[in-house]
């Protein structure tokens, strides 16, 4: 059974930050890319940070450039998302996602992702208050 588990989610002023974490089991790692997408209230689901499984390269929405940062340990299965310098915009349930090597062209595909994404966790919730 595949499992993608998010945590790390959680209230945070400002210009704070957020370490959240997404544990994968039940499929080979190393062979997908994986990564973070968030949706907002009243929103489409948006792809935050992703990770090529063919050269390891990252990708970041535009917004987020210079305050996420990415990274995967894979001897432990598990993706991160370092969030740092939080904004109230980026106030949305985070989920984390695996697919083939084309999941990375959602960063610059609007959605729907379904053709993209393999694989869906269970959002965590991430409240930037102002």
């Known amino acids: 059974e595949v499992q993608l588990q998010a945590s790390g989610g959680g209230l945070v002023q400002a210009g704070g930050s957020l370490r959240l974490s997404c544990a994968a089991s039940g499929f080979t790692f190393d062979d997908y890319g994986i990564g973070w997408f968030r949706q907002a209230p009243g929103k489409e689901r948006e792809a935050v940070s992703l990770?090529?499984?063919?050269?390891?390269?990252?990708y970041y929405l535009d917004s987020v450039k210079g305050r996420f940062t990415i990274s995967s340990d894979n001897a432990k299965n598990t993706v991160y998302l370092q969030m740092s310098r939080l904004k109230p915009e980026d106030t949305a349930v985070y989920y984390c996602?695996?697919?083939?090597?084309?999941?990375?062209?959602?960063?610059?595909?609007?959605?729907?992702?379904?053709?993209?994404?393999?694989?869906w966790g269970q959002g965590t919730q991430v409240t930037v208050s102002s």
């Open positions: 990770i090529s499984p063919s050269d390891g390269s990252r």
């Open positions: 996602a695996a697919g083939g090597y084309r999941l990375i062209q959602a960063i610059i595909v609007p959605p729907p992702y379904h053709v993209l994404v393999d694989y």
